[in-house]
């Protein structure tokens, strides 16, 4: 796999470097085409950076000019009236610009992300033509305000903007084949999913944010070192549309598309330089075509691989081992936590639980004890607040009233990636699946709290980040292998029958190490023989993880035929708890649940 991969990234670099020269040799053709070259290049560095954010993290920015405006006057100030004349500064000048970019989406971005909706996108619209009255007013010492500040250093030419442009197109390819980039993923498929397999999804959407507007510093840096001089009126709403048309165009989740579409809408802007009204014009209807018949995009979410290129000639290069003890050489697995129980304690303990929505009272005085290598059921008819009682089991919801302990102690009040990384995993009612991801990917996002590369390390690809993404990928296999489900480790997750589905679900939550599994009707859907398969799989899962399993479930001859004890709950309250046995003929279960001629009930 090294040797293919190094193949692999050999060939990119002869194709890039093949690249650098076919288009010196353009760019030296004319001034305007040096330019245009130089453009382009900053258009790409602008349209992925905001892909970055729109088309992986699924946030919509809609200023995002704002944010290569501060890069720009920044870079332009130190070169302009700070640092000495000279090209070696001008690096220094752009990763400034880039830094203080990503301290403006700090401050924007901590308030904004942390809120649901489309609070970012009003905010970022607003700091967009707010930085722009700043520039002329507030800063106007530094900016030379409305007139303008000249002077600028012309250090933007095409080699070093060919080679920036590539530098951050790598960074961010390599940060989104990472586990930071599973996880930003993740939040954008399922962010309720992506927290309750251990991501801290605020904590991610900020990151990549702050890096988004990184990327977009450097490229007004850039922008301002090609002309010389600047207004904030360059930077204006219609500015940040423009990018986020070449996201829409190319393809949202789609470097590829970025770069694609980068390209071909600056050539527009370049040819279509004497008919500036008419330009908006022309992307209006190009928005709206794409709309209509390509949603996606030109490229949708596919991703240009040369790995993948090289395997359509040589078919054993892209091979993958489907073994894990094939990749369980020179790796770094992930962690396993070692739990304890303490003397006298419970996995999970809840007294007086309960919790009110207005006034409405979804769950009272809710007491469960769980022991270890238990498997717990928790019944009653829709609406009886089981599902209640998980969401707040995983902090999903917080109490209102009462405690629970895990392993002895109370994780009331924390979130949800907090409590998993703390010993519980769950599935959900309705699947929740990151569909886009493939089989393996959506349990390696589990591992993210377990795998502790860096994000330089996964812009370097060094040793660490290799062996624990082998390691992650030979755990995730020998998870699948339990359910017979190996081979389909590199199908996409939509493409999987419904029962299957059920399982990565379940795998998933194993993914995360827990101690006490939460199983959310895992038996809905499936038919009587994959029920059958399904309990003997719950089984197995006990014994082989040494994992407690509390389980919601209608099916009542899966919970008589697996469950050593049943809680019943009705309005909200455990109404018994018991065996089997014992639930199966107590009267109040029969009359609010079971029913008299329930086939559970029958010879009872």
């Not at 009236?81 to 990763?95: E, I």
């Not at 697995?333 to 409405?360: A, M, N």
């Not at 895990?406 to 309705?430: E, M, P």
């Not at 919970?559 to 708890?577: D, H, K, P, T």
Request: hydrophobic share 50%; aromatic share 8%; glycine share 10%.
């Amino acid at each position: 796999m090294v040797k293919r991969k190094g193949l692999s990234s050999l060939v990119n670099l002869v194709c890039i470097i093949v690249l650098f020269f076919v288009l010196q040799a353009v760019s030296k053709t004319s001034r305007s085409m040096n330019d245009l070259l130089i453009q382009i290049g900053y258009s790409i560095i602008m349209a992925t950076s905001l892909n970055l954010a729109c088309g992986y993290l699924g946030e919509l920015p809609l200023g995002h000019a704002g944010f290569m405006s501060v890069g720009a006057y920044t870079a332009a100030v130190l070169t302009a009236k700070f640092l000495p004349q000279g090209f070696a500064f001008y690096p220094l000048s752009l990763l400034a610009g880039g830094l203080m970019a990503a301290l403006f989406a700090f401050i924007v971005g901590v308030p904004a992300l942390r809120l649901k909706g489309d609070y970012l996108a009003i905010v970022t619209l607003g700091f967009g033509e707010i930085i722009r009255v700043l520039i002329n007013t507030v800063f106007s010492p530094l900016t030379d305000g409305g007139k303008g500040l000249f002077g600028i250093p012309i250090y933007a030419g095409f080699t070093d903007t060919f080679i920036i442009t590539v530098l951050c197109v790598c960074a961010l390819y390599m940060l989104i084949r990472s586990r930071h980039g599973r996880a930003t993923i993740a939040i954008r498929e399922n962010a309720i999913a992506a927290e309750a397999s251990g991501v801290h999804v605020s904590n991610y959407k900020i990151r990549m944010f702050v890096i988004s507007a990184f990327f977009a510093g450097i490229a007004g840096g850039i922008y301002a070192h090609q002309l010389g001089v600047l207004t904030a009126a360059k930077f204006d709403f219609n500015r940040s549309i423009d990018y986020l048309v070449m996201v829409v165009f190319g393809g949202m989740g789609s470097l590829t598309g970025s770069i694609f579409a980068g390209t071909a809408l600056t050539v527009v802007q370049y040819l279509m330089a004497s008919l500036v009204e008419y330009r908006q014009l022309a992307y209006a209807v190009l928005l709206i075509i794409m709309m209509i018949f390509r949603p996606k995009g030109i490229f949708g979410r596919w991703e240009f691989s040369m790995t993948r290129l090289l395997a359509r000639f040589i078919p054993a290069f892209g091979a993958e081992p489907k073994n894990a003890a094939e990749l369980a050489k020179d790796v770094i697995l992930p962690d396993t936590p070692d739990y304890e129980i303490p003397k006298g304690q419970h996995v999970l303990r809840t007294t007086h639980l309960g919790i009110r929505f207005g006034g409405l009272q979804a769950a009272d005085s809710v007491d469960l004890k769980l022991d270890q290598g238990e498997i717990v059921g928790l019944i009653g008819p829709n609406g009886a607040g089981k599902t209640t009682v998980f969401n707040m089991l995983t902090g999903v919801y917080k109490p209102t009233d009462g405690d629970i302990k895990l392993l002895g102690k109370s994780i009331v009040g924390k979130t949800s990636h907090d409590i998993t990384n703390a010993g519980i995993a769950r599935t959900f009612q309705n699947i929740r699946l990151f569909r886009s991801m493939t089989v393996l990917e959506n349990i390696e996002v589990a591992f993210q709290t377990r795998m502790h590369y860096t994000m330089l390390d996964a812009l370097l690809r060094t040793p660490a980040y290799a062996r624990a993404e082998r390691g992650a990928r030979a755990r995730a296999l020998e998870i699948l292998s339990v359910f017979g489900m190996q081979d389909m480790a590199d199908q996409p997750a939509d493409s999987l029958p419904y029962g299957q589905q059920r399982r990565l679900e379940i795998c998933r939550a194993l993914a995360a190490s827990p101690k006490l599994l939460l199983l959310d009707e895992p038996a809905a859907g499936m038919n009587p023989t994959e029920t059958r398969d399904l309990m003997d799989t719950i089984r197995i899962i006990r014994d082989k993880f040494g994992v407690t399993i509390l389980l919601i479930e209608h099916d009542m001859k899966l919970v008589m035929g697996i469950c050593e004890r049943i809680y019943v709950l009705n309005y909200g309250s455990v109404i018994a708890e018991g065996t089997p046995d014992e639930i199966r003929s107590n009267p109040e279960v029969i009359t609010a649940y079971l029913g008299q001629n329930n086939p559970v009930n029958a010879g009872a």
